[in-house]
């Protein structure tokens, strides 16, 4: 006789309202006067996200974006239908003004904060319709920075619009087949027409969501050397109506391990008009902008898979039952949970801190240390809180058991969606040199020690001292490695690279997440993100400095352990019994 039991799913509930983390940071991060204004938008889209949205999600699992190449009669279209959440997506992310909050500023520098908890709480149930917006978004801070006023003024107000019908999303074309990363090797062509018309000729290998109004794009132009110097950064109008606009034509829409409701296309230009955006040259110069801003979505995407993971595992542990109790009551169950929260906290506030940064930027507030720390951290926080989530995402399906591996749960996307953060702008190697070339352009690692200060001196707890030692002494001997690397030459420091940005990374997670829990503490009487900071250090950095034979330091990760932090320091490393950073030698 077959069994007539049915396990009850994982549900959500209102996203903002369950989530403790979210509400004890705004607590600390906003004036009361701000918060009293914000928190109605963040209670009213956390509803959508864990009802409406979420519903609407998991009624169109199947569905993904579709191209029609040609018409019954044979006319070239490329007319791409995208799903019922996109569509959804798109108004909804006018209306609440996801991409213009952070320009129309009313809070000032506060404006960019608020605006990526908009974004945390929308992307999760939207099925990465976060790509778009954070194109968008990049493209609007590009045009603004640059000084062709005649372009910002026909874009930036579409794209920052809150009216559905006038809002426009913008794409980023800069990956072809022979760079990735690499878009010094470019091969798109920038003529110029006898009329002063410049068209773009040449292979788009990825470009994402193609369903955009407008791109930005590199093109070198005829003539300039090869390189990324002799790249131009063009702006491409897609879109006539629904139209793609004349030599424009999308070859495929790509098959994707993950991101699969994002459109996705293999594009062929073949004389689409464009504009130069600035100079002649230097556009990857010219699009770092762009990449800031993304880079910072990155991040806040990261924590908000986690986040979402997080919400329905905990969820289906009060309601499945495994050798007679509830696997919420198993102690070996609430400790993989406990450990995933713990990262998902110390990721939250390493994405967070990037936002503030940007927030002050943006309404000149920042300083020049400031500044420069903003530089530093981009790359680092981007690259750890990426690789973080795919470990996160993969250790909560699996919170499922086999539920976590059936598409018709909605739960792999998680995962698969995950995967794609460490690739998007920019690898985890390639920011790992990054962090090296923006601590070479700061001239020191000064503005990094002193936001590692800066967190130490806000610790009084002494239980929370005593978390953040691991942590401390991981930077050190880091900074220790980076002398010594230098001294070796370029190899040296390039093969160590990655490690020295994820032992920098990680230490700053815990170190933020400590900051936050003795805040906390003292105005909440709190102690949950006091559990979590003392569990992410008691997890394993595993950061082990060895002398090599020229005396320099050797980190070694262990990323087969699923644990964060267990520091053990060889050679002349800090002391166990010395929590403070001390007077640290700029290095550059």
Not at 78 to 99: P, Q, S, Y
Not at 272 to 293: C, K, W, Y
Not at 307 to 327: E, H, N, P, S, V
Not at 465 to 483: G, Q, S, T
């Amino acid at each position: 006789m077959a069994s007539d039991f049915v396990q009850d799913p994982p549900e959500l509930e209102n996203q903002y309202d369950r989530d403790r983390v979210l509400q004890s940071y705004i607590r600390r991060q906003f004036p009361e006067s701000v918060l009293k204004t914000i928190e109605p938008e963040l209670v009213d889209l956390g509803e959508k996200a864990g009802g409406e949205l979420y519903d609407l999600q998991q009624s169109d699992l199947d569905n993904e974006p579709t191209l029609a190449q040609w018409s019954p009669w044979g006319e070239r279209i490329d007319e791409i239908e995208v799903t019922d959440v996109w569509k959804r997506a798109e108004t909804l992310a006018a209306e609440r003004g996801i991409v213009a909050t952070a320009y129309e500023q009313e809070h000032g520098a506060h404006s960019r904060v608020h605006q990526m908890l908009l974004a945390y709480l929308f992307i999760p149930s939207t099925d990465m319709y976060g790509c778009p917006l954070a194109m968008t978004d990049g493209a609007v801070r590009t045009l603004l920075k640059s000084d062709n006023e005649a372009l910002a003024d026909e874009a930036v107000p579409h794209l920052t619009s809150r009216d559905p019908d006038t809002f426009w999303t913008s794409g980023q074309w800069m990956t072809e087949l022979t760079g990735g990363s690499d878009v010094g090797q470019s091969q798109t062509t920038a003529r110029q027409d006898d009329d002063g018309t410049w068209r773009l000729y040449g292979r788009r290998w990825f470009t994402s969501a193609i369903t955009a109004d407008m791109a930005l794009a590199l093109a070198r132009p005829e003539g300039n050397p090869e390189g990324g110097k002799g790249l131009a950064l063009f702006y491409v109008p897609i879109r006539d109506g629904d139209a793609l606009r004349d030599g424009l034509h999308v070859n495929r829409l790509k098959d994707k391990l993950g991101t699969r409701k994002l459109p996705t296309a293999e594009l062929e230009l073949d004389g689409a008009a464009a504009h130069p955006v600035g100079e002649l040259q230097n556009g990857t110069r010219q699009i770092s902008p762009m990449l800031n801003v993304t880079r910072m979505w990155n991040s806040v995407t990261a924590v908000a898979l986690i986040r979402r993971g997080m919400a329905l595992a905990r969820d289906y542990a009060q309601k499945r039952q495994a050798f007679g109790d509830d696997i919420i009551n198993h102690p070996l169950h609430q400790e993989t949970l406990a450990d995933v929260q713990a990262i998902q906290e110390g990721n939250f506030h390493l994405a967070l801190r990037l936002a503030e940064l940007m927030g002050a930027r943006e309404t000149g507030e920042a300083n020049t240390k400031q500044n420069a720390l903003f530089h530093i951290l981009t790359p680092l926080i981007k690259l750890t809180t990426a690789k973080e989530s795919v470990a996160a995402t993969s250790e909560l399906l699996e919170a499922f058991g086999g539920a976590g591996y059936v598409e018709d749960t909605g739960l792999p996307a998680l995962h698969r969606d995950a995967q794609v953060l460490p690739i998007w702008e920019g690898t985890t190697n390639v920011l790992a040199l990054e962090l090296l070339r923006a601590l070479r352009s700061v001239g020191s690692i000064a503005p990094l020690n002193d936001e590692v200060k800066r967190c130490v001196k806000a610790i009084e707890a002494p239980t929370l001292n005593e978390a953040i030692r691991p942590a401390v002494r991981a930077y050190r001997d880091a900074v220790k490695w980076l002398k010594g690397a230098l001294n070796e030459g370029k190899d040296a420091l390039e093969a160590g690279a990655r490690r020295f940005a994820l032992t920098l990374g990680k230490s700053l997670e815990v170190l933020l997440t400590a900051r936050h829990a003795q805040w906390s503490l003292r105005t909440e009487q709190d102690g949950r993100s006091a559990a979590a900071a003392e569990r992410l250090a008691a997890r394993k950095i595993n950061h082990i400095a060895d002398l090599d034979s020229h005396g320099s330091y050797v980190l070694v990760w262990d990323f087969n352990c699923p644990t964060l932090f267990d520091c053990h320091a060889q050679g002349d490393g800090a002391t166990a019994d010395e929590p403070e950073i001390g007077s640290l030698t700029d290095v550059m």
